[in-house]
């Protein structure tokens, strides 16, 4: 899944990303907090502070369990660390509900904290999930666009 990320995280298909599968969640979370910064230059966590990006920050925060919070913020140390944050378009992310699960669509916090980064980082964002796990062609997708 995060190589599905990285490879629809990037404008230029040139650019490698960082594996960052393997690193503990809370370290991922200290270099987002010291590194990753908006369009605008400023580090992230300051605009992710104020009020209107609560429920985004509440979101990433550790201890988070939402696999598609930490899947955004490994995608986006990793755009930062190569360079490429700035040249952000999409965030496109393959969203997996838990076995068993009866409602496979992603929990309606995690969408509006996505809607949050989206504002933040002024891109737009495309969540895919499916419907019925026996049914390989059962995807649904959302999308979140920025008003003009």
């Known amino acids: ?20 599968t393997d690193m503990p969640i809370a370290d991922v979370w200290e270099e987002f907090v010291a590194t990753v910064r908006q369009p ?8 992710l502070r104020q009020p209107e990006f609560a429920a985004a920050l509440a979101w990433l925060e550790p201890p988070t369990d939402c696999p ?10 990793g755009a930062q660390r190569a360079g490429s944050i700035s040249q952000l ?7 997996q509900a838990e076995e068993g699960a009866t409602d496979r669509r992603p929990p309606d916090q995690s969408i509006e904290a996505l809607g949050q980064m989206c504002s933040l980082f002024r891109t737009a964002a495309r969540v895919f999930y499916q419907t019925d796990p026996a049914d390989k062609d ?11």
């Open 1 to 20: 899944m995060l190589r599905l990320l990285k490879n629809l995280l990037q404008r230029r298909p040139s650019v490698e990303l960082p594996d960052l």
């Open 40 to 47: 605008n230059g400023r580090l992230a966590i300051e605009a």
């Open 68 to 77: 598609l919070a930490k899947a955004t913020m490994r995608a986006m140390v």
């Open 89 to 95: 378009d999409e965030f496109a992310a393959v969203y």
């Open 138 to 148: 059962s995807y649904v997708k959302i999308e979140i666009t920025l008003e003009e």
